[in-house]
Nanobody, 115 residues
Framework: QVQLVESGGGLVQPGGSLRLSCAASGSILGISAMGWFRQAPGKQRELVAIIVSGGNTNYADSVKGRFTISRDNARNTVYLQMNNLKPEDTAVYYC?????????WGQGTQVTVSS
């Protein structure tokens, strides 16, 4: 069974940067969109950024201008470059692939922004 494997989370000071990666462990056909969600303690999971097959992107207002999503179609990999991180960005980040017939989720990676 194909899984999404995330990496790149960790502890960073406010104003710092992190780059998250999410790669599929095998081939996934018909991927229409790749995205990142996050869930902070006591809050609902929210969409952070999404990139569709044509390359168009969309971001949550709270991360616009600071985060950049990109994808490598050949490697079935999606990235999230996070700059100027703030304490309110602290959450578990999950990647998500929308493909023909199903949706895939990563296991989550913790991002903590603290001094």
């Amino acid at each position: 069974q194909v899984q999404l494997v995330e990496s790149g989370g960790g502890l960073v000071q406010p104003g710092g940067s992190l780059r998250l990666s999410c790669a599929a462990s095998g081939s996934i056909l018909g991927i229409s969109a790749m995205g990142w969600f996050r869930q902070a303690p006591g809050k609902q999971r929210e969409l952070v950024a999404i990139i569709v097959s044509g390359g168009n992107t969309n971001y949550a207002d709270s991360v616009k201008g600071r985060f950049t999503i990109s994808r490598d179609n050949a490697r079935n990999t999606v990235y999230l470059q996070m700059n100027n991180l703030k304490p309110e960005d602290t959450a578990v980040y999950y990647c998500n692939f929308g493909a023909t017939g199903r949706v895939y989720w990563g296991q989550g990676t913790q991002v903590t922004v603290s001094s």
